[in-house]
Nanobody, 115 residues
Framework: QVQLEESGGGLVQAGGSLRLSCTASGSFFRFNVVNWYRQAPGRQRELVAFITDSGSTTYDDSVKGRFTISKDNARNSVNLQMSSLKPEDTATYYC?????????WGKGTLVTVSS
């Protein structure tokens, strides 16, 4: 059984930075892919970025050039470095991992960007 936990959310001013972490526990973190999603109030959950086991990364156009996804094998985590944050980045951010054909979700971490 794998448990995912997001951390690093908080309140930041526009133009600031935050680093989110998705940490896995309960099993060795051999993922196939790890995604970061976000959901703003009243909106559908949307894919922000993902990283594959080979290290290949993909970003939504809205965050390209501002967000960086990376993996930290030593800490069993995948990070999302967010820079040049905008008020429209305000959302709950969720980590999703596919491991051995199974899909796991974290409970989310709230990011609030003030103007």
């Amino acid at each position: 059984q794998v448990q995912l936990e997001e951390s690093g959310g908080g309140l930041v001013q526009a133009g600031g930075s935050l680093r989110l972490s998705c940490t896995a526990s309960g099993s060795f973190f051999r993922f196939n892919v790890v995604n970061w999603y976000r959901q703003a109030p009243g909106r559908q959950r949307e894919l922000v970025a993902f990283i594959t086991d080979s290290g290949s990364t993909t970003y939504d156009d809205s965050v390209k050039g501002r967000f960086t996804i990376s993996k930290d094998n030593a800490r069993n985590s995948v990070n999302l470095q967010m820079s040049s944050l905008k008020p429209e980045d305000t959302a709950t951010y969720y980590c999703r991992a596919v491991i051995g054909g199974m899909t796991y979700w974290g409970k989310g971490t709230l990011v609030t960007v003030s103007s």
